[in-house]
C-alpha cells in the first residue's frame, strides 16, 4: 500500500492552457474524490466517483472541469482555458464505501497538485 | 460552501500545553471527523466520532460531539511542536456522499 499519489506536484500554467492532474488511489478503494483547496480555506468538494461512474459535481463546478476514472482505477482531472482563479492546490482522495447503517469511511489524500495561472 | 465553522481560527501556545479547537455545524450529521494537514502537504485522517457517540479517545486526542448543540470539541493533550499544523473537521451528512471541510484551525506549538 502506497498511498494516495497524485501527479504533478506543481504545475505553473499561463492563463488561458489546459492542464490535466493525474491522481492513483489505494488500489482496493472503490471510491476517488478531487477537492480544490485555497491559502487558508478548507478543503472544497469537487467531484467524486464510485469506481468509474462520476456520480456528483458541485454546482460550482464550471464546464471547464472535467473528471474521469476509467476501469476505476486511476482518475485525471482536467481544467480548459485555465483561469487566475483556478490557481489553488487540488487534492485526491480515495476510500472503500462501506455497508453499515453508520458510514464510518475515512479518506486517505495525495499530497496534491499546486496549481498557478500565471 | 462549507458546513464546519471552527474557532478559533488560529492558536498559539507553548510545548506540553493542552490546545483546544472547536468545530459548529449546521445540519444534521452521520459522523464528524477531524484531519490534520501539515504545511503544503494532503490531508490526514485523526479521529472520527458518529452521531450516536458523545465522546472518543486516540491517544492524545480526545474528541467530543453535542449534537443538541451541532458542536465538537478536539484535545490534544501534552502538545509537541510536530503538532504544529492546520486543523479541520469535516462532516458527513445523512444522505450525502462527500466530507463537508470546516476553515480549519491553524496551530503553532512553540517550543
Known amino acids: 500500500d502506497t498511498g494516495v499519489s497524485q501527479n504533478p506536484r506543481h504545475k505553473i500554467t499561463k492563463r488561458g492552457q489546459n492542464v490535466t492532474f493525474r491522481c492513483d488511489p489505494i488500489?482496493?478503494?472503490?471510491?476517488l474524490y478531487w477537492y480544490r483547496q485555497t491559502l487558508g480555506q478548507g478543503p472544497e468538494f469537487l467531484t467524486y466517483?464510485?469506481?468509474?461512474?462520476?456520480?456528483?459535481k458541485s454546482r460550482l463546478l464550471s464546464d471547464r472541469f472535467s473528471a474521469e476514472r476509467p476501469k476505476g482505477s486511476f482518475s485525471t482531472l482536467e481544467i480548459q482555458r485555465t483561469e487566475q482563479g483556478d490557481s489553488a492546490m487540488y487534492l485526491c482522495?480515495?476510500?472503500?464505501?462501506?455497508?453499515?447503517?453508520?458510514?464510518?469511511?475515512?479518506?486517505?489524500f495525495g499530497s496534491g497538485t499546486q496549481l498557478s495561472v500565471l | 460552501s462549507q458546513q464546519g465553522e471552527e474557532d478559533p481560527q488560529a492558536l498559539s501556545i507553548q510545548e506540553g500545553e493542552n490546545a483546544t479547537m472547536n468545530c459548529s455545524y449546521k445540519?444534521?450529521?452521520?459522523?464528524l471527523q477531524w484531519y490534520r494537514q501539515n504545511s503544503g502537504r494532503g490531508l490526514v485522517h485523526l479521529i472520527l466520532?458518529?452521531?450516536?457517540?458523545r465522546e472518543k479517545h486516540s491517544g492524545r486526542l480526545r474528541v467530543t460531539l453535542d449534537t443538541s448543540k451541532k458542536s465538537s470539541s478536539l484535545l490534544i493533550t501534552a502538545s509537541r511542536a510536530a503538532d504544529t499544523a492546520s486543523y479541520f473537521c469535516?462532516?458527513?451528512?445523512?444522505?450525502?456522499?462527500?466530507?463537508?471541510f470546516g476553515q480549519g484551525t491553524r496551530l503553532t506549538i512553540n517550543p
Open positions: 482522495a480515495s476510500t472503500s464505501l462501506g455497508t453499515g447503517a453508520y458510514r464510518d469511511e475515512k479518506l486517505f
Open positions: 488500489s482496493e478503494h472503490n471510491r
Open positions: 466517483f464510485q469506481n468509474e461512474a462520476q456520480l456528483e
Open positions: 445540519t444534521s450529521i452521520n459522523n
Open positions: 466520532i458518529r452521531s450516536n457517540e
Open positions: 469535516a462532516t458527513s451528512l445523512w444522505g450525502a456522499q462527500k466530507l463537508v
